[in-house]
């Protein structure tokens, strides 16, 4: 089992940045895939982004692609999404999700694990 804490969320106006992180414990995460999903009020839970277990793979969703980094430390048994040139739109609940898998996957039904979320904000 691994468990994951997010945090990093909050309040910012468009145009700017925040850095979520998460927080894996309960096993290493060093041969496992992780990524990031959001879910906006009304609206399905989206794929944002996904490393592979080495970071040599890395896929984005087509709406952050290029204002979006995802980013692992296998050391420190955490992943990160930083966010940058932020828009009103990217406003949802972000979840850290991992898998046993090494491989990405855009699907949600591939991620076994899940956090809890941060509130992400983007005010216009």
């Known amino acids: 089992q691994v468990q994951l804490l997010e945090s990093g969320g909050g309040l910012v106006q468009a145009g700017g940045s925040l850095r979520l992180s998460c927080a894996a414990s309960?096993?290493?995460?060093?041969?496992?895939?992780m990524a990031w999903f959001r879910q906006a009020p009304g609206k399905e839970r989206e794929f944002v982004a996904a490393?592979?277990?080495?970071?040599?793979?890395?896929d984005y969703g087509d709406s952050v692609r290029g204002r979006f980094t995802i980013s692992r430390d296998n050391a420190k048994n955490t992943v990160s999404l930083q966010m940058n040139s932020l828009k009103p739109e990217d406003t949802a609940v972000y979840y850290c999700?991992?898998?046993?898998?090494?491989?990405?996957?855009?699907?949600?039904?591939?991620?076994?694990?899940w956090g809890q979320g941060t509130q992400v904000t983007v005010s216009s």
């Open positions: 309960g096993r290493a995460i060093s041969n496992s895939a």
């Open positions: 999700a991992a898998t046993t898998r090494r491989l990405i996957w855009r699907s949600t039904q591939s991620w076994e694990f």
């Open positions: 490393i592979s277990w080495n970071g040599g793979s890395i």
